[in-house]
């Protein structure tokens, strides 16, 4: 081997790469090697700079790995700035403005003098205006870093539509001009969406249609455009004979702060945040905000709309039942650890003859049905976050026993999107109610789970006569009196005593999520939020219940919470203080 080296070598003339292989041949009858040389110096050659090339790549990996990684960071950082920034400018505007307020409603109570009195009437709009706008610019931010809660819960399009327009009425009052909402009749009523946010696009159309229009109408027309087996898809046309716009207008309309001539500006001013923020909204629904109009002739806005119909397979509520039917032998665990919401469910169930066994977490639940065994209850209402063990904990302990594979259980939570609820389906319970609880899909889901053998013949629930006087007005913005008063079984007189009991206790909220966001307890900051939540929604305060969805998220994905803590604590403050004056305190 040494001499054929060699020999190669000399051959050669100096370095020489060579791949041999050897094999046993036979040569005139004798044993004898065979080898076969081939010259490789080529291939060695490319195979380095194969190796140069691989690594070299390798390094460029890692150099941009690493610049990626520090954008990444910077970006983060960035973020985390203009969320400090935009809550520390909010809370320095928001503080002396809603003490400005709070002082101009006192003084208006007081005020005898006309002229004194419109000069206050005019400073409480402006203030309440330049408060929307910073909510406005705070929700855009939220839409725009995709952090802005969409809910998907049960809600009436037609009581939405109600609703905006007794908000938004006085305005076009003011200008002379004539208002109408309408919604064709084969447009569903029940759907599944964001109704405050869907309200909030509808009056920012409709108030930007008011502001642009100084004679004649604004009309809000609902049409059906398809319907398939579990869906909707709307088109809600808002249309005025304002002063129209020119193609160049329309084409920057959807910008925040967007202007139309210097002349129009003076007079009507800009569109301030509200389209952006509508367009991004209706975007985030799977929606589209387009726009015809001609200078002189007025506008057309369209808000497309696809939506799930309430009841429809796959959706979070039964559907609909015209009468409730009475269960008078029912047995009903009610597990649930909420004052408020024991007592709503608790009248809603005596109302249809079921008098409910309660626990007040996953273990009493636990402990109580080992105790009595899987025939002592026909249906487990079930909360999911509690203290001690939660109903998700509880439901598994539960279908390990055996002879409880049949018992149903159904979870009760502010929870209510579409993968909570295949959570909850797959760890065993049998169904999923959200919360705040809709009194004809929680009368339907008893239909659904309870006994046939025990429902009496469907008959009217006792209703109350209505009272002399409201309980609050109607068109207070955020709050839904008649659906909160329906769940208290039209029991007013109790939903006055929660609403004082909201005033008492909800400013505790901020600063205990503050204490256990402090100690580092993400965990029990959202907890807390979500229980407010649950809370809130039961009240009939939508906005709040909105509010306190995006804080939860926000804590649950570890982004900061402190621009939604501080939104949330001032609309608290707020909606206290309007309840306060309704209930006359």
Same mark, same amino acid.
């Given at each position: 081997? &040494?001499?054929l080296?060699?020999?190669?070598?000399t051959?050669?003339?100096?370095?020489?790469?060579?791949?041999?292989?050897?094999?046993?041949?036979?040569?005139?009858?004798?044993?004898?090697?065979?080898?076969?040389?081939?010259?490789?110096?080529? @291939?060695?050659?490319?195979d380095?700079?194969?190796?140069?090339?691989?690594?070299r790549?390798?390094?460029?990996?890692?150099?941009?790995?690493?610049?990626?990684?520090?954008?990444?960071?910077?970006?983060?950082?960035?973020?985390?700035?203009?969320d400090?920034?935009?809550?520390?400018?909010?809370?320095?505007?928001?503080?002396?403005?809603?003490?400005?307020?709070?002082?101009?409603?006192?003084?208006?109570?007081?005020?005898?003098?006309?002229?004194?009195?419109? /000069?206050?009437?005019?400073?409480?709009?402006?203030?309440?205006?330049?408060?929307?706008?910073?909510?406005?610019?705070?929700?855009?931010?939220k839409?725009?870093?995709?952090?802005?809660v969409?809910?998907?819960?049960?809600?009436?399009?037609?009581?939405?539509?109600? /609703?905006?327009?007794?908000?938004?009425?006085?305005?076009?009052?003011?200008?002379?001009?004539?208002?109408?909402?309408?919604?064709?009749?084969?447009?569903?009523?029940?759907?599944? +969406?964001?109704?405050?946010?869907?309200?909030?696009?509808?009056?920012?159309?409709?108030?930007?249609?008011?502001?642009?229009?100084a004679?004649?109408?604004?009309?809000?027309?609902?049409?059906?455009?398809?319907?398939?087996?579990? /869906?909707?898809r709307?088109?809600?046309?808002?249309?005025?004979?304002?002063?129209?716009?020119?193609?160049?207008?329309?084409s920057?309309?959807?910008?925040?702060?967007?202007?139309?001539?210097?002349?129009?500006?003076?007079?009507?001013?800009?569109?301030?945040?509200?389209?952006?923020?509508?367009?991004?909204?209706?975007?985030?629904?799977?929606?589209?905000?387009?726009?015809?109009?001609?200078?002189?002739?007025?506008?057309?806005?369209?808000?497309?709309l696809?939506?799930?119909?309430?009841?429809?397979?796959?959706?979070?509520?039964?559907?609909?039942?015209?009468?409730?039917?009475?269960?008078?032998?029912?047995?009903?665990?009610?597990?649930?650890?909420?004052?408020?919401?024991?007592e709503?469910?608790?009248e809603?169930?005596?109302a249809?003859?079921?008098?409910?066994?309660?626990?007040?977490?996953?273990?009493?639940?636990?402990?109580?049905?080992?105790?009595? +065994?899987? &025939?002592?209850?026909?249906?487990?209402?079930?909360?999911?976050?509690?203290?001690?063990?939660?109903?998700?904990?509880?439901?598994?302990?539960?279908?390990?026993?055996?002879?409880f594979?049949?018992?149903p259980?159904?979870?009760?939570?502010?929870?209510?999107?579409?993968?909570? @609820?295949?959570?909850s389906?797959?760890?065993?319970?049998?169904?999923?109610?959200?919360?705040?609880?809709?009194?004809?899909?929680?009368?339907?889901?008893?239909?659904?789970?309870?006994? @046939?053998?025990k429902?009496?013949?469907?008959?009217?629930?006792?209703?109350?006569?209505?009272?002399?006087?409201?309980?609050?007005?109607?068109?207070?913005?955020?709050?839904?009196?008649?659906a909160?008063?329906?769940?208290?079984?039209?029991?007013?007189?109790?939903?006055?005593?929660?609403?004082?009991?909201?005033?008492?206790?909800?400013?505790?909220?901020?600063p205990?999520?503050?204490?256990?966001?402090?100690?580092?307890?993400?965990?029990?900051?959202?907890?807390?939020? /979500?229980?407010?939540?649950?809370? &809130?929604?039961?009240?009939?305060?939508?906005?709040?219940?909105?509010?306190?969805?995006?804080?939860?998220?926000?804590?649950?994905?570890?982004?900061?919470?402190?621009?939604?803590?501080?939104?949330?604590?001032r609309?608290?403050?707020?909606?206290r203080?309007?309840?306060?004056?309704?209930?006359?305190?």
């Amino acid at each position: 081997m &040494a001499r054929l080296a060699m020999t190669c070598l000399t051959l050669a003339g100096g370095d020489f790469a060579a791949e041999s292989t050897a094999s046993h041949v036979e040569f005139k009858g004798r044993p004898a090697v065979m080898w076969v040389t081939r010259p490789i110096a080529e @291939r060695k050659h490319i195979d380095w700079e194969l190796g140069e090339q691989h690594a070299r790549l390798e390094r460029l990996v890692l150099e941009r790995t690493a610049e990626l990684r520090q954008a990444l960071a910077d970006a983060r950082l960035s973020d985390l700035a203009k969320d400090a920034f935009l809550a520390n400018v909010s809370h320095e505007l928001r503080t002396p403005l809603s003490g400005m307020i709070g002082l101009v409603d006192l003084a208006l109570k007081h005020c005898r003098d006309a002229v004194l009195r419109e /000069h206050l009437e005019k400073m409480a709009r402006t203030g309440k205006h330049l408060s929307r706008i910073i909510d406005d610019l705070l929700d855009l931010s939220k839409v725009v870093a995709g952090r802005m809660v969409l809910e998907a819960i049960p809600f009436s399009l037609r009581e939405t539509l109600l /609703h905006a327009q007794e908000v938004i009425a006085h305005k076009a009052d003011a200008k002379g001009l004539r208002l109408r909402f309408r919604a064709d009749n084969d447009v569903p009523d029940a759907l599944l +969406g964001d109704p405050v946010r869907i309200e909030q696009i509808l009056l920012n159309l409709v108030g930007n249609a008011i502001k642009f229009t100084a004679s004649g109408r604004v009309d809000l027309h609902v049409s059906l455009t398809t319907r398939g087996g579990d /869906h909707a898809r709307l088109a809600i046309n808002v249309e005025d004979t304002g002063i129209g716009m020119t193609t160049e207008e329309i084409s920057g309309l959807f910008q925040p702060f967007a202007q139309a001539n210097a002349a129009t500006t003076r007079h009507y001013g800009g569109t301030g945040l509200g389209l952006a923020l509508s367009q991004r909204l209706a975007e985030a629904m799977g929606g589209h905000i387009s726009v015809r109009s001609r200078k002189g002739n007025g506008s057309v806005f369209t808000f497309g709309l696809r939506l799930p119909l309430a009841g429809a397979p796959g959706s979070t509520a039964p559907a609909p039942v015209a009468t409730p039917t009475h269960h008078d032998q029912a047995r009903v665990l009610l597990v649930e650890d909420d004052p408020l919401n024991v007592e709503i469910v608790t009248e809603m169930l005596q109302a249809v003859g079921i008098y409910p066994c309660l626990a007040g977490n996953g273990h009493e639940a636990v402990s109580l049905l080992s105790e009595q +065994g899987p &025939a002592a209850f026909d249906l487990v209402l079930m909360d999911v976050q509690m203290p001690v063990m939660d109903g998700h904990a509880a439901t598994r302990v539960i279908r390990s026993w055996p002879g409880f594979a049949a018992l149903p259980i159904v979870a009760m939570t502010a929870h209510v999107m579409e993968h909570e @609820r295949q959570a909850s389906i797959a760890i065993g319970m049998n169904d999923h109610l959200g919360k705040p609880i809709d009194g004809a899909s929680f009368y339907a889901l008893l239909d659904t789970w309870l006994p @046939r053998g025990k429902a009496a013949a469907s008959m009217p629930v006792a209703e109350r006569p209505p009272p002399e006087q409201p309980v609050a007005p109607q068109s207070l913005h955020g709050l839904d009196v008649a659906a909160a008063i329906e769940r208290f079984a039209g029991n007013e007189q109790r939903y006055r005593y929660w609403l004082g009991r909201f005033v008492e206790e909800s400013p505790t909220l901020a600063p205990e999520v503050r204490r256990a966001l402090a100690a580092g307890d993400d965990q029990q900051a959202a907890a807390l939020v /979500h229980s407010f939540k649950g809370g &809130a929604g039961t009240l009939g305060l939508n906005a709040l219940y909105a509010l306190a969805a995006e804080l939860e998220a926000e804590i649950r994905g570890g982004r900061s919470a402190v621009p939604g803590l501080r939104q949330l604590e001032r609309a608290i403050d707020e909606t206290r203080r309007e309840i306060n004056g309704m209930l006359g305190a």
